[in-house]
């Protein structure tokens, strides 16, 4: 059974810092298909930014480009969403998901998801 335990949700001022962490554990998922998404309250969700084979970031989303950036520790399975310049509107819960294990091919298609904590901007 696959599982994604996610931390570093809270709250901070607007132009603050958080750095939220996803470690991964059990088989069948992509060590390097993952991606961080974002879900605020009356909107749809929407993704942040993923990586692909080799842990390469693809793309990020153009709202968060400049501010958000994502790592990975392949050591202890951790997906890392570093946000930066927090605004208001990156008010959400986060989430992050990886894809099942095609052999290291990514598609887009994420099986697994993190449980979303809550991240709050205030002004």
């Known amino acids: 059974q696959v599982q994604l335990v996610e931390s570093g949700g809270g709250s901070v001022q607007a132009g603050g810092s958080l750095r939220l962490s996803c470690v991964a554990s059990?088989?069948?998922?992509?060590?390097?298909?993952m991606g961080w998404f974002r879900q605020a309250p009356g909107k749809e969700r929407e993704g942040i930014g993923a990586?692909?084979?080799?842990?390469?970031?693809?793309w990020y989303t153009v709202s968060v480009k400049g501010r958000f950036s994502i790592s990975q520790d392949y050591a202890s399975n951790t997906l890392y969403l570093h946000m930066n310049d927090l605004k208001p509107e990156d008010t959400a819960r986060y989430y992050c998901?990886?894809?099942?294990?095609?052999?290291?091919?990514?598609?887009?298609?994420?099986?697994?998801w993190g449980q979303g904590p809550r991240v709050t901007v205030s002004s």
């Open positions: 059990g088989s069948g998922y992509s060590r390097s298909c």
């Open positions: 990586t692909d084979t080799g842990g390469r970031v693809t």
């Open positions: 998901a990886t894809e099942e294990d095609r052999g290291g091919y990514c598609y887009g298609v994420f099986t697994f």
